[in-house]
Nanobody, 124 residues
């Protein structure tokens, strides 16, 4: 049974940093690309960042380029999202997701398993 469990969310002031972790289990983690999505109230879920199975290829939404970094440790079955220079527009529930493939997917339909989400709130 595939499980994705996010951790590291919380409340932070604007300009601050947070690091999200997503622990995967129930499948061969290294075979799949991974992504982080977010969904703010009243908005559609959007892809924030994605990483290929090896970590050699990454994707970032324009809104987070230069501020967020996605990485993975296949030996630990974990993917991370380092978030710096946070601003109130980053407030959302953040979800970890597994793609259907080994390479990066940039649309939600490319993902088949989701975590439960973790709340990030950035105060001004």
């Amino acid at each position: 049974q595939v499980q994705l469990v996010e951790s590291g969310g919380g409340l932070v002031q604007a300009g601050g940093s947070l690091r999200l972790s997503c622990a995967a289990s129930g499948y061969t983690f290294k075979n799949y690309a991974m992504g982080w999505f977010r969904q703010a109230p009243g908005k559609e879920r959007e892809l924030v960042a994605a990483i290929s199975w090896s970590g050699g290829s990454t994707y970032y939404a324009d809104s987070v380029k230069g501020r967020f970094t996605i990485s993975r440790e296949n030996a630990k079955n974990t993917v991370y999202l380092q978030m710096n220079s946070l601003n109130p527009e980053d407030t959302a529930v953040y979800y970890c997701a597994r793609t259907r493939y080994s390479n990066v997917a940039v649309t939600p339909t490319g993902y088949d398993c989701w975590g439960q989400g973790t709340q990030i709130t950035v105060s001004s």
